[in-house]
């Protein structure tokens, strides 16, 4: 069992749609979490952050964890065509270390 | 946010020879380094981190030999793929986490490696 889950999609949504992105994982000793976007054939750009349980907002972007479930969630309202890329969740624990990455979800915004 | 860049963004080599991928941080001193590889369509995957002025901690199952990672000052980090295979041909990317914050890693825009 991988430590991190994410559904690789594709998704795709008309533009204007809530879309909304999901993680699971099993260590419960994270707790930083990440969402990145990924454009194609381009590096990460770090989106927002959470520490610990709750909710975090961000424009259009909110950032939701449960460490009861051990799931977090990424809601893009209003999406627009530029919202088209991956996106990838990402958590740490306290003591540092590296970055687990899920596998990233594709998602595309139909005009 | 910080600047991470990488050079080159694209290089096409031939199999046998060697490969030097460098990676800056613009605005801020990097003391740890991260270089990752990601195949098309799937995620990153950590091949190893380096702190400035020490030698790079390697990740299983990535050889240490094939793949130099040089990490001589605080905004320049370098990898070295040796002996290029085609099956090296990946996407390369390195990120750079400064001071003591565990969240503010910046990533770079990616080297695409093509062995041919």
């Known amino acids: 069992q991988k430590e991190v889950e994410q559904d690789p999609g594709p998704l795709s949504v008309p533009e204007g749609a809530i879309v909304s992105l999901n993680c699971t994982y099993s260590?419960?000793?994270?707790?930083?979490f990440m969402w990145y976007r990924q454009y194609s054939r381009k590096g990460p750009e770090l989106l927002m952050y959470?520490?610990?349980?709750g909710n975090k907002e961000d424009g259009r972007f909110t950032a939701q964890v449960d460490k009861s479930s051990k799931y977090i969630s990424l809601f893009i309202r209003d999406s627009q065509p530029s919202d088209s890329a991956t996106y990838l969740c990402?958590?740490?624990?306290?003591?540092?270390?590296?970055?687990?990455f899920g596998q990233g979800t594709e998602l595309s915004v139909k005009p | 946010g910080a600047v991470v860049s990488q050079h080159p963004s694209w290089v096409i080599c031939k199999s046998g020879t060697s490969v030097k991928i460098e990676c800056r941080s613009l605005?801020?001193?990097?003391?740890?380094m991260f270089w990752y590889r990601q195949f098309p369509k799937q995620s990153l995957m950590l091949m190893a981190t380096?702190?400035?002025?020490?030698?790079?901690?390697?990740e299983q199952g990535v050889e240490k030999d094939k793949f130099l990672i040089n990490h001589a000052s605080l905004t320049l980090s370098t990898l070295t793929v040796t002996s290029a295979h085609p099956e090296d041909s990946s996407f390369y990317i390195c990120?750079?986490?400064?001071?003591?914050?565990?969240?503010?890693?910046?990533f770079g825009p990616g080297t695409r490696l093509t062995v041919t």
């Open positions: 990120s750079a986490r400064g001071g003591q914050s565990l969240v503010e890693q910046y």
């Open positions: 990402a958590m740490i624990g306290n003591q540092g270390g590296k970055l687990i």
């Open positions: 605005d801020f001193q990097a003391t740890t």
């Open positions: 959470t520490y610990s349980s």
């Open positions: 380096s702190n400035e002025g020490s030698k790079a901690t390697y």
């Open positions: 260590n419960s000793a994270f707790q930083y």
